[in-house]
């Protein structure tokens, strides 16, 4: 017998859900502690339908956050199509850090809930097709040790979500993207055939 499939929400309720996330956006923004029954009132919409849709606040910030980071994965493929691999994945990583900062009170919000746990839902949905994308296009090219996983490099990136977006949060995420590419190319199969590994240098989050 097979599985029952997830019938799709009703044009009503995919309306809520999409409001809720709309409101969430611009209040977890602006406090991380923004309270869900306000969030819920914004939105228009009661507390059952509110919990209905997320249960938690922790379901709340990731989905939000899911939804935002599509615009960062997106730009995997952009930086692909013109530059080397390496140099594709290390820009791509300073993206990551410039909407992460950019949102503040998102960035907030996300570490609040990957101490508890969830760091792990990074690693889902349109980010990990860009880690996949990325990883698998330099694999290919020999600019990074075969093997590495979406998985592995989310761990390896984790502490961004450490940083504190109101300091010298460039240089800091730039030195932990140097030191993630270096452990990426240890090992690289281009190296060890005598071949250029480029070293993409360490950039703002403009490159």
């Not at 602006?30 to 819920?40: E, F, V």
């Not at 899911?66 to 995997?76: F, G, K, L």
Request: positive net charge; charged residues 25%; proline residues 6%.
């Amino acid at each position: 017998m097979q599985p029952k499939k997830e019938a799709p929400l009703r044009s009503d309720a995919q309306r809520n859900r999409d409001r809720i996330l709309e409101v969430a956006l611009v209040e977890l923004t602006r406090s991380a502690d923004a309270p869900l029954s306000a969030i819920a009132k914004k939105a228009g919409v009661g507390q059952g339908t509110f919990y209905r849709n997320f249960p938690n606040r922790e379901s709340l910030v990731l989905e939000v956050y899911r939804y935002e980071m599509q615009q960062v994965a997106d730009t995997a493929c952009q930086l692909l199509a013109a530059r080397a691999p390496d140099e594709a994945l290390r820009a791509w990583m300073d993206r990551l850090a410039q909407y992460a900062m950019a949102k503040a009170g998102l960035a907030d919000a996300l570490r609040q809930a990957a101490t508890r746990g969830s760091l792990a839902a990074l690693g889902h949905g349109p980010v990990t097709s860009a880690m996949s994308l990325l990883l698998k296009a330099n694999e290919e090219a020999g600019t990074i040790r075969p093997g590495v996983t979406p998985e592995d490099f989310a761990l390896a990136i984790a502490g961004l979500w450490q940083i504190d977006p109101h300091g010298d949060w460039q240089s800091r995420a730039g030195r932990l993207f140097d030191l993630v590419m270096d452990g990426l190319r240890a090992g690289a199969p281009g190296a060890a055939r005598g071949g250029r590994v480029p070293r993409a240098p360490g950039r703002g989050p403009s490159g």
